[in-house]
């Protein structure tokens, strides 16, 4: 179910420096967007709006993310 009021300017800014941390550690082991979509199942376009920060992945997509690059989750949560 959509949010009804847009989440505060704090979490915005937490989820686009999430984001950040999942492309910088893609980018650390030379993977495209498009592999880690792949091997998560997740869609390309929706992936990219996670590393944008324009996306709010549940859990399990970020459990999935990090496997698929090889980190350990908290790596790319972690700020």
Known sequence: M??????PAWVL???RAIGERIRTARLQRD????QV???TGIDRA???R???GHASPLLDSLILIADAIGVPLHEIVTL
Do not use: D, V
């Open 37 to 39: 979509a792949m091997r």
């Open 13 to 15: 800014t937490r989820r």
């Open 46 to 48: 929706t992936y990219n």
């Open 2 to 7: 959509p949010r009804s009021t847009p989440p």
């Open 31 to 34: 993977l495209t967007q498009e």
């Open 50 to 52: 996670i590393e944008q």
